[in-house]
């Protein structure tokens, strides 16, 4: 079933870190996860902005001192009192330095440092902001835990005939979706802009190709002048590439080797003739299995069918092969090709698709075909497993389930192991080589894509290391998929084809692994660290408590070592001390608080100075009386 449905909203563990702190997460849907987001990014700029005043404080404290100052330097002191705002500060300064340009010396040098590190501090808060939901994301920004109720190996609850055809028809579903995934995703970029490839906690299992191995078969069955090419996984961690998120010591290593060899015709074919003619011709082929491993009409070689590719299998030894094929310690595939007719513009070197035969055609281009009845290719598949505890590893050998039990005693493997390599062991079926190819025919050929009218083009001399090197991707998708499937539950299927396995155990560790598959969201799902959220919040509520407890902490320094002068100094900078001292300095009112944030008078009704503007460049305060004068004359000036 598809991951989507599944995603997990809420509090886990994601054991990428190594430990419970560091690997802390919280899973919150595309909508909540905005919201959270925005309110970090207020968060940052009430952060800003309460840094700023514990810049403004220290620097008006350093630059306050006792006596007379000139008035830039008075100027620059109330707005740092006064102005909040860095941006605002940057702005005032600005002014400053516009209107002190003719009556004040070093200018630059008295209002650029305060102005630059205002912009400094908007410019760091402000990318903070921006840039804070990265801070509190999961390295990846996109894990999430699939839980589904439908979580559970699946078998098939008959082998009848109708049944098993509906089986098979979902393995070629499977095969062919995962062909789709390797062509977008199995790629030399580690992302891609396809929203496919960004499904698993990884986008493709690596691997490592070497085109000069020996043949793995006796040497008179291999074409001993064709190298061997084999593809190796090397070891995959069932955490941080199959995405079953455990701890360190729960995880299992897994390898995958896949050795292909072109296998010698001559002398294992022969041509056998039924009648008189080409078309009661056959050449048969002997590797194994029954009387005739597989045939080839004559007459059908000449026809324009194109491209046949088959294959027969030997998982678990159900299908006994020639004794020079025998390998105990490998799942064994035969794929063999036809091209019967199948014209190229061009003669072709690779040694699975060899064509250099002229046919006998007088008219356009010069064609080449096939030489022989058949290609065949010998595929042996190896897997091996690895505890990382103690570093043990079983041999590289077959992928048989009666083993399993084996491999655990072996290995030494804890419970939770068992339980991961039982995962793994599922997702496995049905991904041997064979599998790849059963069944597809042409389809399974990358050479096939470029066939039109039954002709082709000039291939590659590598050609047949392409199809396989597409073969042995498809099986590692397949097993990226078998896992998450695991977790979710089978996907394309008819009603009714899978019994689901009861997996139950009595430590419950199989119902912890269906709750433990991460994969990656394309969106709908946000990850988020809970120590990044922690440290963005306990940084940012520090600097908020700091800018809140300075001014009375270091007043009540200042007060214990008898000099209060700089404390006064930043309150009575504040715009309301301003205005209470200019009003007593004319004589008006009586005032409390001349140390506080706040002056208040002692008449609940006292009137402050009024504004005189007769002079308007320079407008002053009016004692009461002389307010009262200035409103008598303005009032007869008006009638």
């Known amino acids: 079933m598809s991951s989507a449905g599944y995603i997990y909203e809420g509090s886990w563990i994601n054991w990428n870190a190594g430990n419970r702190v560091l690997g802390a997460t919280i899973t919150l849907s595309s909508q909540r996860a905005s919201i959270l987001i925005a309110l970090i990014a207020i968060f940052v700029k009430v952060v800003g902005d309460r840094f700023w005043a514990i810049l403004r404080f220290v620097l008006h404290q350093c630059r306050s001192g006792r006596g007379q100052q000139e008035a830039l330097h008075a100027q620059q002191q109330v707005i740092l009192k006064n102005t909040s705002s860095d941006v605002a500060t940057v702005w005032e300064f600005l002014q400053l330095a516009y209107y002190w340009r003719n009556h004040a010396s070093r200018l630059l040098g008295r209002c650029a440092p305060i102005s630059m590190l205002a912009f400094l501090n908007f410019v760091v808060w402000t990318a903070s902001g921006i840039f804070s939901s990265q801070i509190a ?299 790849s190819i059963a069944g597809r025919g042409a389809a399974a050929l990358r050479a096939q894509d470029t066939v039109y009218d039954n002709s082709n083009g000039r291939l590659p001399n590598d050609q047949w290391i392409i199809e396989l090197e597409t073969w042995f991707s498809i099986a590692l998708a397949k097993l990226q998929a078998g896992v998450v499937e695991f977790a979710t539950g089978p996907e394309y299927t008819s009603n009714g084809l899978l019994r689901k396995i009861n997996l139950t155990d009595s430590r419950g560790i199989y119902d912890k692994l269906c709750r433990m598959q991460k994969v990656r969201t394309n969106g709908g799902y946000q990850s988020f660290s809970v120590v990044g959220l922690s440290i963005t919040l306990a940084v940012g509520s520090f600097i908020i408590t700091v800018s809140l407890i300075l001014d009375p902490i270091v007043g009540l320094l200042q007060k214990n070592r008898g000099s209060l002068y700089r404390t006064l100094a930043w309150k009575t900078d504040s715009k309301l001390q301003l205005l209470r001292m200019a009003n007593e300095a004319i004589g008006i009112g009586v005032w409390e608080g001349g140390a506080d944030e706040v002056p208040v008078t002692v008449n609940r009704n006292q009137r402050l100075a009024a504004l005189d503007v007769s002079d308007e460049k320079r407008p002053k305060l009016l004692r009461g009386e002389e307010a009262e004068e200035s409103e008598e004359v303005e009032a007869e000036h008006e009638s």
């Open 137 to 435: 994301r999961v390295p990846g920004g996109t894990e999430v835990l699939v839980r589904s109720p439908h979580c559970g190996a699946y078998m098939l609850p008959n082998t009848s005939i109708s049944m098993l055809q509906e089986y098979n028809g979902r393995l070629q579903n499977q095969t062919r979706i995962a062909e789709s995934y390797v062509k977008a995703c199995y790629n030399d970029r580690e992302s891609s802009e396809n929203e496919r490839c960004r499904l698993y906690v990884r986008q493709q299992i690596p691997w490592k190709g070497n085109a000069d191995v020996e043949c793995p078969f006796q040497s008179k069955v291999c074409k001993n002048e064709i190298k061997a090419y084999e593809m190796d996984s090397g070891m995959v961690d069932s955490h941080a590439v199959l995405g079953v998120n455990s701890r360190p010591s729960e995880r299992v290593l897994y390898r995958r080797r896949t050795t292909c060899a072109i296998l010698n015709t001559e002398d294992y074919s022969k041509v056998v003739r039924e009648g008189e003619g080409d078309a009661l011709s056959f050449a048969e082929f002997y590797y194994g299995g029954f009387n005739v491993t597989f045939r080839v009409n004559a007459a059908a070689a000449l026809s324009s069918a194109g491209y046949d590719l088959s294959a027969a299998g030997d998982a678990g030894g159900r299908f006994k092969f020639i004794p020079e094929l025998q390998r105990m310690d490998s799942d064994f595939t035969l794929l063999w090709l036809k091209q019967n007719f199948l014209r190229y513009s061009a003669p072709i070197d690779d040694p699975f698709f060899a064509a250099h035969s002229r046919p006998n055609i007088t008219s356009g281009s010069p064609v080449y075909i096939a030489e022989g009845f058949a290609s065949v290719i010998g595929c042996i598949d190896q897997h091996q497993f690895c505890n990382p505890n103690n570093g043990q590893c079983t041999p590289l050998g077959r992928h048989d389930v009666k083993s399993e039990a084996d491999v655990t005693k072996r290995l030494e493997w804890n419970a939770a192991q068992e339980y991961t390599l039982s995962v793994i062991y599922i997702a496995l079926i049905d991904t041997q080589m064979y599998h």
